[in-house]
């Protein structure tokens, strides 16, 4: 599964999940745009830890629910690696909180970050996608999109909206050689994850058939695969990595 020349970006990569696809990818030979909002000492690491492996790599800096700043991290991203051939949407909030409380502004954060950003990078770099060989565009969903979960009305639907999104792409890239994918993982080790009170993880954990939540690298490696020539008639599909969860 070499990515040897290839170019990615991946939202969100200085820390958790994001993180671990930048390594993953940049492990196998990949040029990677490390993508961060406010993280930059942990964007800096991740880019010195896959050039520890032999891996290139920069940071970008961009709310992705900034269009410009979108727009200035394709330019440098082309400036430093050229044409873009895989993008991860992977940055994504969670503002928990019951329905009947939830406010207007909770909603619209969510729905800004994990739709709105997905919706300004896949616009963005749409042409590089196209005209890549082979270009790949992975959203990291969540299995909280297909079940819902308590508290999380907001996030439910915000991460349900990436299978349509995802699926429609598929079809408008398919013509071109092109592939769009979801992976929704499952509870994951991140700091995400560690919002979430110990007594509600206790029983997460019980539901699981796998008994244990995911590590960052189950999830990486998803990603890699999908991002790789290897999964090239694979389309439109959404990828559970969830231990079972939903059996
Ligand atoms: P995390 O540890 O909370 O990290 C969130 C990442 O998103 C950070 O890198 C953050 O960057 C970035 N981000 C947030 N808002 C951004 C914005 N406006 N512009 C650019 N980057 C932004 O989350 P995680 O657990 O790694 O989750 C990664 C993805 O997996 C998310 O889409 C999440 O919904 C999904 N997921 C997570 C789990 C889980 O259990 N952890 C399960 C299913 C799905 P900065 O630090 O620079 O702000």
Redesign the pocket.
Known sequence: MSMEGRTCVI????????RGIAEHLGARGANVVV?????DE??RETVESIHEKGGEAITAK????DRDEVEAMRELAHDEFGQVDVLVN?????QDTRFVNMTREEWDQVMD??LG?MFNCTQTFYDDIWNADEGRLIN?????GKQGNFGQAN?AAA?AGMFGFTRTIAIELASGGSTANCV?????R????AEVPEEVQERIVAQIPLERF?EIDDIASTVRFLASEDSSYITGEVIDVNGGMDL
Do not use: E, H, Q, W
């Not at 993508?35 to 993280?39: A, D, E, K, L, T």
């Not at 990291?140 to 909280?144: A, E, F, G, T």
């Open positions: 939202t969100g990569s200085g820390r958790g999940i994001g993508n961060y909002r406010s993280s942990a964007a961009a709310d992705v629910c992977n940055a994504g909030i969670t970050v994990n950003g990291i969903s969540s299995i909280v996030y991460k929704a993982p499952g509870f994951t991140t700091d995400m994850l995911a």
